[in-house]
């Protein structure tokens, strides 16, 4: 007699808001979603096994182009595996100086993140306000390496050069106006009742099943566990910094914006302390010419802005590495988005997808 | 003859002609102060300040190949666009832009096409048949995303429409009719603009007609970030520019309405107070226009251009203009020119509502469906209904109307 069917519908990989080349097979019942499954891969250019033919110094450009929205925070995280693997000891002003660098990138990743996930929601202004405050912190990246998006900023044994004389003034010229340019983002979003509908409740993931599926970085912590690899496993001189980690407690898309907005917050009082007392002296470790690690492997982590963002590197003693493996974050939580979006409404998914902020190049590789 | 005829016709024809026209600069002013509202500079390339980007934009559109998906619906997709037009439009013929009418070529002319004794009904009617538009679209495109954004639209429209239809109730109930220039002439009598009265009212009435003109923060049938562009997806060239007009015309409609229904329409503020009589004085709304757009003018062009300064000084030219004007040096205080001043005032109105339009658009984010639907049925339509019942209960206590 009467039935009806499920829509199928295929979101991407062509699609304004799956963040990039992200497909995602969605089952509809009208509105409501019976069943998604993403699809990955658009995006693969095999870059681990690049690596395999590259001397150490050559692999760093490759991992800019990971998570291209937060290169430094990749750049940092190679590095620090081999120097890891080579026992080096990074002086403290580079130290302090990535740090300065990896928090600055990290806001500039939110900044992309907060002005695309209110677009999805709607809100379109809120991405030109964040777009303005970003365009402060790339204009401070090209005056420190050139670039504005694959910097290849840092070097294994600690950076290129110092920093460009009046640097530091900017960066605190902009730690000085960003808290009122974030009021306007919270005045437009944080107590918009329209916002509050789209965002509370949506996207639920309770603290169980986000340790199970691996989820780290903002995602996991808004879900209440505090697990940050910057207090966790210090990294880069994170340990002599004071920072609270914030903590969502519902583990909704709502509690996932509060939590990155805290870490806005977090990241410009790490790096006010960290201009405070920058240290004087070398930027860069002495480092042989030719970079032949000892055989052996190592894991480093670092706290990308998108989570824990992991680099496993083999060495035969060689110039070039036996095998290098990248621990993707935004492949690990994109896993949760099905579980996140199971019984919501065609809109919570692109407000999921954002609240994830996944990136494509990190997670096809 | 002339009148029974020749006079509609042209009427009708200035109205079509002109409302598209309009629409292009409507639609430039939404891009310039959406542009003001984020920092950023907007179209400046066509033209002085972007004054001639509506006229590439149009051309744009004409010059687009028009495609039609394969298996499409061939016949319901070319008529969709003409069907969402259409009513959009005709809506436009019981709206009156000023209340006198006036002598050219010795032939007495209306400042409206019709004044319909059920002019209200006629516009519900007419600006509900504009959702077939919507839903014939996205159904013959052959696309999910357009037959979502229908199906969207389509319960949207109809649950708006409603409320809609309860709020203007009230209206017609204080001024014991439905026709829209009845409705200016009580509020001239009563002596206030309805706003007053039915506070409830106008709010049902300007929240459910965003939503059903499917504008943000309701604009989930063309949701761009999850439907791509919802029900005309797959439209193109002079198709998809027909689905524009209808939406822009749709906006200044539903704009006039609320004008009329709630603000007096071409009435003054306080259109029965004589102290206030000098508000229908040409010099009044003349003057400040004049310095406003030379002050702007001046000001724009010594500090380069910038949309701010330009803005304060358009303001302080309105300032120095009002100034003048009341202090009326050349005794043109008599010099009343009603159909003048009805325009200014209307025109007035309708552009404060149709900015409050790009001013939503600036600031909220999108309902979702759910939320929208209990919007609808669980506040609005209580609420209107409830606004109608309470007008009634104290029309009856103060006994104003048998």
Redesign the interface.
Same mark, same amino acid.
């Given at each position: 007699m009467f039935h009806t069917e499920d829509?199928e519908?295929n979101m991407g990989p062509q699609?304004?808001?799956t963040h990039g080349v992200l497909r995602l097979k969605l089952q509809?019942d009208?509105?409501q979603i019976k069943d998604m499954r993403p699809v990955i891969g658009y995006l693969h250019r095999g870059v681990e096994k690049l690596c395999e033919h590259r001397t150490y110094a050559m692999i760093e450009p490759l991992t800019d182009r990971l998570d291209y929205v937060a290169a430094i925070s990749e750049n940092l995280g190679y590095c620090g595996a081999v120097e890891t693997l080579m026992g080096l000891q990074i002086p403290p002003r580079a130290q302090y100086i990535r740090v300065v660098l990896a928090e600055l990138q990290r806001i500039a990743s939110h900044l992309l993140w907060l002005g695309t996930h *209110?677009?999805?929601?709607? *809100?379109?202004?809120v991405f030109?306000?964040t777009f +303005?405050e970003r365009e402060l912190i790339l204009d401070l990246f090209e005056a420190f390496c050139g670039a504005r998006l694959t910097y290849n900023s840092m070097r294994i044994g600690g950076l290129l050069e110092d920093v460009p004389r009046g640097w530091f003034d900017r960066v605190r010229h902009f730690l000085k106006i960003f808290p009122g340019r974030m009021q306007e983002y919270e005045d437009?979003?944080t107590v918009?009742r329209?916002?509050l509908? +789209?965002t509370k409740g949506v996207g639920l993931l309770s603290a169980k099943d986000a340790i199970a599926y691996g989820v780290s970085g903002p995602p996991l912590r808004a879900s209440g566990v505090n697990y940050d690899v910057r207090k966790a496993l210090p990294y880069s001189s994170y340990d002599q910094f004071e920072f609270d980690v914030p903590l969502g407690s519902h583990g909704d898309t709502y509690d996932r914006y509060l939590v990155r907005m805290e870490e806005l917050r977090q990241s410009c009082r790490i790096i006010r302390q960290a201009l405070d007392r920058m240290p004087d002296g070398e930027v860069r470790a002495k480092v042989p010419k030719y970079i032949k690690p000892p055989a052996g492997e190592v894991y480093h982590v670092v706290e990308s802005p998108r989570g824990e963002q992991g680099f496993y590197i083999v060495s035969t003693g060689g110039e070039m590495p036996y095998r290098v493996r990248f621990r993707a974050p935004s492949f690990v939580n994109l896993q949760a988005l099905p579980v996140m979006c199971q019984g919501g409404?065609? *809109?919570?998914?692109?407000a999921v997808i954002g609240s994830i902020d996944i990136v494509l190049g990190d997670c096809d590789r | 003859m002339m009148e029974q005829i020749v006079i509609p016709i042209l009427q009708v024809l200035i109205a079509v002609a002109v409302v598209p026209l309009l629409i292009l600069y409507l639609q430039l002013v939404e891009r310039k102060v959406l542009g003001f509202m984020q920092a950023r500079l907007a179209p400046r390339r066509v033209g002085w300040h972007g004054l001639l980007q509506p006229v590439a934009d149009a051309l744009k559109l004409l010059t687009k190949e028009d495609t039609i998906p394969a298996r499409a619906d061939r016949f319901l997709f070319t008529l969709a666009p003409i069907v969402a037009v259409a009513p959009a439009l005709a809506a436009l013929a019981v709206i009156p832009i000023a209340g006198t009418p006036f002598t050219v070529f010795g032939y007495e002319v209306k400042p409206w096409i019709s004044d319909l004794n059920i002019g209200v009904v006629y516009l519900l009617a007419v600006s509900s048949l504009g959702i077939y538009g919507t839903i014939l679209g996205g159904w013959s495109s052959n696309s999910k995303y357009s037959l979502l954004g229908a199906l969207r639209s389509s319960a949207q429209m109809i649950s708006y429409e409603v409320p809609l239809g309860f709020a203007l109730i009230g209206v017609m109930m204080l001024a014991g009719s439905a026709s829209m220039v009845r409705i200016v002439e009580a509020q001239r009598s009563s002596g206030w603009w309805f706003v007053v009265p039915q506070i409830l009212g106008f709010f049902c009435y300007f929240v459910s007609a965003v939503a059903e003109t499917n504008r943000v923060p309701f604009d989930l049938p063309e949701a761009e970030s999850e439907l791509v562009a919802g029900f005309h997806t797959e439209y193109s060239g002079m198709k998809f520019a027909l689905f524009f007009l209808a939406e822009y015309t749709n906006m200044i409609v539903v704009s006039s309405i609320v004008t009329i229904a709630f603000f007096g329409g071409w009435l003054r503020p306080f259109p029965n107070a004589e102290a206030l009589a000098w508000l229908e004085n040409g010099w009044v709304f003349f003057t400040p226009l004049v310095l406003a757009a030379f002050l702007g003018w001046l000001v724009g062009k010594r500090l380069g251009g910038n949309l701010m300064p330009m803005l304060i000084g358009g303001a302080l030219g309105a300032l120095l203009g009002f100034g003048i004007a009341v202090a009326d040096p050349g005794g043109l205080a008599s010099m009343r020119l009603p159909l003048l001043s009805g325009i200014f005032w209307f025109t007035l109105k309708v552009s404060f509502f149709l900015f409050a339009y790009i001013w939503f658009r600036g600031t909220y984010p999108r309902y979702r469906y759910d939320q929208l639907m209990q919007l609808g049925w669980k506040r609005l339509i209580p609420l209107s209904i409830g606004n109608v019942l309470l007008t009634g209960l104290v029309m009856l206590l103060l006994d104003r109307r048998a």
């Amino acid at each position: 007699m009467f039935h009806t069917e499920d829509m199928e519908i295929n979101m991407g990989p062509q699609h304004p808001s799956t963040h990039g080349v992200l497909r995602l097979k969605l089952q509809l019942d009208g509105e409501q979603i019976k069943d998604m499954r993403p699809v990955i891969g658009y995006l693969h250019r095999g870059v681990e096994k690049l690596c395999e033919h590259r001397t150490y110094a050559m692999i760093e450009p490759l991992t800019d182009r990971l998570d291209y929205v937060a290169a430094i925070s990749e750049n940092l995280g190679y590095c620090g595996a081999v120097e890891t693997l080579m026992g080096l000891q990074i002086p403290p002003r580079a130290q302090y100086i990535r740090v300065v660098l990896a928090e600055l990138q990290r806001i500039a990743s939110h900044l992309l993140w907060l002005g695309t996930h *209110a677009l999805d929601l709607g *809100a379109m202004t809120v991405f030109f306000y964040t777009f +303005r405050e970003r365009e402060l912190i790339l204009d401070l990246f090209e005056a420190f390496c050139g670039a504005r998006l694959t910097y290849n900023s840092m070097r294994i044994g600690g950076l290129l050069e110092d920093v460009p004389r009046g640097w530091f003034d900017r960066v605190r010229h902009f730690l000085k106006i960003f808290p009122g340019r974030m009021q306007e983002y919270e005045d437009l979003l944080t107590v918009n009742r329209i916002f509050l509908g +789209r965002t509370k409740g949506v996207g639920l993931l309770s603290a169980k099943d986000a340790i199970a599926y691996g989820v780290s970085g903002p995602p996991l912590r808004a879900s209440g566990v505090n697990y940050d690899v910057r207090k966790a496993l210090p990294y880069s001189s994170y340990d002599q910094f004071e920072f609270d980690v914030p903590l969502g407690s519902h583990g909704d898309t709502y509690d996932r914006y509060l939590v990155r907005m805290e870490e806005l917050r977090q990241s410009c009082r790490i790096i006010r302390q960290a201009l405070d007392r920058m240290p004087d002296g070398e930027v860069r470790a002495k480092v042989p010419k030719y970079i032949k690690p000892p055989a052996g492997e190592v894991y480093h982590v670092v706290e990308s802005p998108r989570g824990e963002q992991g680099f496993y590197i083999v060495s035969t003693g060689g110039e070039m590495p036996y095998r290098v493996r990248f621990r993707a974050p935004s492949f690990v939580n994109l896993q949760a988005l099905p579980v996140m979006c199971q019984g919501g409404l065609v *809109a919570d998914v692109v407000a999921v997808i954002g609240s994830i902020d996944i990136v494509l190049g990190d997670c096809d590789r | 003859m002339m009148e029974q005829i020749v006079i509609p016709i042209l009427q009708v024809l200035i109205a079509v002609a002109v409302v598209p026209l309009l629409i292009l600069y409507l639609q430039l002013v939404e891009r310039k102060v959406l542009g003001f509202m984020q920092a950023r500079l907007a179209p400046r390339r066509v033209g002085w300040h972007g004054l001639l980007q509506p006229v590439a934009d149009a051309l744009k559109l004409l010059t687009k190949e028009d495609t039609i998906p394969a298996r499409a619906d061939r016949f319901l997709f070319t008529l969709a666009p003409i069907v969402a037009v259409a009513p959009a439009l005709a809506a436009l013929a019981v709206i009156p832009i000023a209340g006198t009418p006036f002598t050219v070529f010795g032939y007495e002319v209306k400042p409206w096409i019709s004044d319909l004794n059920i002019g209200v009904v006629y516009l519900l009617a007419v600006s509900s048949l504009g959702i077939y538009g919507t839903i014939l679209g996205g159904w013959s495109s052959n696309s999910k995303y357009s037959l979502l954004g229908a199906l969207r639209s389509s319960a949207q429209m109809i649950s708006y429409e409603v409320p809609l239809g309860f709020a203007l109730i009230g209206v017609m109930m204080l001024a014991g009719s439905a026709s829209m220039v009845r409705i200016v002439e009580a509020q001239r009598s009563s002596g206030w603009w309805f706003v007053v009265p039915q506070i409830l009212g106008f709010f049902c009435y300007f929240v459910s007609a965003v939503a059903e003109t499917n504008r943000v923060p309701f604009d989930l049938p063309e949701a761009e970030s999850e439907l791509v562009a919802g029900f005309h997806t797959e439209y193109s060239g002079m198709k998809f520019a027909l689905f524009f007009l209808a939406e822009y015309t749709n906006m200044i409609v539903v704009s006039s309405i609320v004008t009329i229904a709630f603000f007096g329409g071409w009435l003054r503020p306080f259109p029965n107070a004589e102290a206030l009589a000098w508000l229908e004085n040409g010099w009044v709304f003349f003057t400040p226009l004049v310095l406003a757009a030379f002050l702007g003018w001046l000001v724009g062009k010594r500090l380069g251009g910038n949309l701010m300064p330009m803005l304060i000084g358009g303001a302080l030219g309105a300032l120095l203009g009002f100034g003048i004007a009341v202090a009326d040096p050349g005794g043109l205080a008599s010099m009343r020119l009603p159909l003048l001043s009805g325009i200014f005032w209307f025109t007035l109105k309708v552009s404060f509502f149709l900015f409050a339009y790009i001013w939503f658009r600036g600031t909220y984010p999108r309902y979702r469906y759910d939320q929208l639907m209990q919007l609808g049925w669980k506040r609005l339509i209580p609420l209107s209904i409830g606004n109608v019942l309470l007008t009634g209960l104290v029309m009856l206590l103060l006994d104003r109307r048998a």
